[in-house]
């Protein structure tokens, strides 16, 4: 398989791990589709994702589209002669025109038909779940409906943030991928209509949603300290002003946590390890706690 001609379409940190893999792995990648640049910064400065500069340090062609809604990227897509479709966070809506060209394999971080759609790890951390994982699925017109060609599962260790489950599942992600393609048509024969019960949908996540109340429970506070780090950062105001909570605990014992940052709540008490008041930069909940709530 390695020598057939691979598309990949992916945008985000966790989709890099995968085409890094495939690249240093020797599969014909002919070419990269990814989000199209966007202004950045205070200064709006044009950038580029992470999978689009990896693929132009490699020689390998890369693609922008806003839409597939066009005959042109139609016909662009088509003629690159494709044996199959690798899909990785990608971000944009792919219709079943271009579907029907080539094989799409999708690798979806979820244990499907659990947190279909955009926000899947995220979710799972909200929610609380023991174990998350890695769907190979093979692509349809629906949302993460296809029939699954594998699945791993993760446990999520209740310290995990979004960034470190997200990099476990990467690499996970990535390996599992590779595996797929090595035998495509035998992967392809395994794969199994997904199960109805047990779905729901990982809506997007945007900064409302990251938003708390210090009179939340702690133990639903915690979960959106670690699913919303480090970005876009669960925040709350606190003096009438916003504050980021960017780490936190639960608090079991609270003997020597005279100097920490600790909130009391309905179902028990939490530390907020790491914060940022408005307007300034991260620092420790102790630092805080002595140089803001005492003046």
């Not at 979004?162 to 024969?189: F, N, R």
Request: hydrophobic share 40%; aromatic share 8%.
């Amino acid at each position: 398989m390695r020598n057939k001609r691979l598309i990949f379409m992916g945008s985000t940190e966790f989709s890099l791990a995968s085409l890094k893999k495939l690249y240093e792995d020797r599969f014909n990648i002919v070419a990269v589709y990814t989000r199209e640049p966007k202004p950045v910064g205070r200064h709006y400065k044009l950038t580029k994702t992470i999978v689009h500069e990896f693929a132009e340090s490699k020689n390998i062609p890369v693609y922008t589209p806003k839409t597939f809604q066009d005959g042109l990227q139609l016909e662009i897509f088509a003629g690159l002669k494709p044996d199959v479709a690798v899909v990785s966070a990608y971000g944009l809506i792919i219709p079943q025109v271009i579907l029907d060209i080539v094989t799409f394999i999708n690798i979806h971080a979820s244990l499907l038909p659990r947190w279909r759609g955009a926000a899947p790890i995220q979710r799972a951390i909200l929610a609380g779940d023991d174990e998350t994982g890695i769907s190979i699925m093979k692509m349809d017109a629906g949302l993460d409906t296809g029939d699954v060609i594998s699945m791993r599962s993760v446990k999520i260790d209740e310290e995990m943030n979004y960034l470190q489950l997200s990099e476990v599942l990467a690499h996970l992600g990535a390996e599992m991928i590779e595996e797929t393609l090595l035998d495509l048509d035998m992967s392809l024969k395994k794969a199994t209509k997904q199960l109805k019960e047990g779905a729901c949908y990982a809506h997007k996540i945007d900064k409302k949603v990251a938003k708390f109340d210090l009179s939340d429970g702690a133990v639903e506070i915690v979960r959106k300290v670690k699913a919303f780090a480090p970005a876009p950062g669960a925040w709350t105001e606190l003096n009438g002003k916003r504050l980021k909570v960017l780490d936190a605990s639960l608090v079991k014992n609270c003997e020597n946590c005279k100097d920490d940052l600790v909130f009391e709540s309905s179902d028990g008490n939490w530390v907020a390890k790491i914060v940022q008041p408005e307007g300034k930069k991260p620092m420790s909940g102790r630092d805080f706690r002595r140089g803001y709530l005492r003046k």
